[in-house]
């Protein structure tokens, strides 16, 4: 298994930029090389996409229907996902949801920018700039979900 990049670029030489292979359990998986395709691929998409389910969590969350009801909007296919989706998402992404939350995330994305300034080094580099751009994101992950 520590050749499969290599696999994949001999599938997409013989099968083009997009191809499906069919797993064991008879699900299709499209695999996307070029910008172009995945654009393409994205604005013709189902409405009930399938994507493969985490399966420990989705064991997990069936072995426990009292506190689970399903296995989760990440592990769901089909009607239930489309149902969850609709009702788990509609506020949390709504133009008005995310007006709200610009004004900080401005702030902490200008306090971000003032870091790496002072970060940087000589030669242009930020050092840790992994690091830093995690801690970033899990700011902006935290003022969303707290405030």
């Not at 506020?91 to 790496?116: A, R, V, Y």
């Not at 970060?119 to 801690?135: H, I, K, S, W």
Request: with cysteine; aromatic share 10%.
């Amino acid at each position: 298994m520590n050749k499969l990049h290599e696999a994949y670029e001999d599938m997409f030489r013989r099968y083009g930029p997009i191809f499906a292979e069919t797993t064991p359990g008879g699900a299709a998986v499209v695999s996307i090389a070029e910008r172009a395709a995945l654009e393409a691929v994205l604005r013709n998409s189902n409405k009930r996409p399938y994507r493969p389910p985490t399966e420990i969590v989705q064991v997990y969350r069936k072995s426990r229907p009292d506190r689970y009801a399903t296995t989760g909007l990440v592990n769901e296919q089909g009607d239930n996902w489309v149902h969850l989706r609709r009702h788990l998402t509609s506020e949390i992404t709504s133009p008005q949801t995310m007006q709200g939350f610009l004004p900080q995330l401005n702030c902490i994305c200008d306090d971000f920018i003032h870091l790496l300034n002072s970060c940087r080094r000589p030669d242009g580099a930020v050092y840790g700039f992994e690091q830093l751009t995690n801690r970033m994101g899990l700011e902006c992950k935290y003022y969303m979900t707290l405030s």
